[in-house]
């Protein structure tokens, strides 16, 4: 391979661009084509598939960079290994849990949020889907 092709393919900015862009394809592909149709199909209730969906999802968007990176760069993955994970899940939920009660709690003290009840018997459910795929997409594409 050529030098200069070799250079712009391993800058920094490249590899981001390059893992954004097939990673977060991948992960709305396979979503909204795939698992979307699939489980509403067999599951009528959409706050149940909605987190199965996610779930799904989430475990192709690990895999798909696992494999982009490990093929990439050639490298071992190291930084989704689960020899730290209870600690750093733990360690992660008590945190993000902080930091969104700070949130509402100020938004709810300067009068801004008012509860006014759960729509839904599975709302925690699709709450805590919702938040995951965030912070893992967060986390993978900030951090990497």
């Known amino acids: 391979m050529n030098a200069s092709i070799k250079r712009v393919l391993y800058f920094p900015i490249t590899k981001i661009i390059i893992g954004i862009s097939v990673c977060f394809s991948l ?3 396979i979503q909204n084509f795939v ?3 699939f489980f509403y199909s ?6 149940i598939a909605d987190p199965l969906i996610h779930f799904v999802s989430v475990i192709v968007l690990l895999l798909g ?3 982009l990176f490990r093929l990439y760069d050639k490298r071992k993955i190291t930084e989704l290994s689960i020899k730290y994970l209870p600690k750093e899940m733990l360690g992660g939920f008590a945190l993000g849990f902080l930091t969104i009660s700070l949130s509402i ?3 709810y003290f300067l009068g801004y949020y008012q509860f006014l009840g759960i729509t839904t018997a599975h709302y925690s459910l699709r709450l805590f889907g919702l938040l995951m795929v965030a912070a893992l997409l967060e986390d993978l594409f900030f951090r990497g």
């Open 27 to 29: 992960f709305v592909g």
């Open 42 to 47: 067999i599951i009528p209730d959409k706050g």
């Open 35 to 37: 698992t979307k149709p």
């Open 105 to 107: 709690s100020i938004l």
């Open 65 to 67: 960079y696992y494999y």
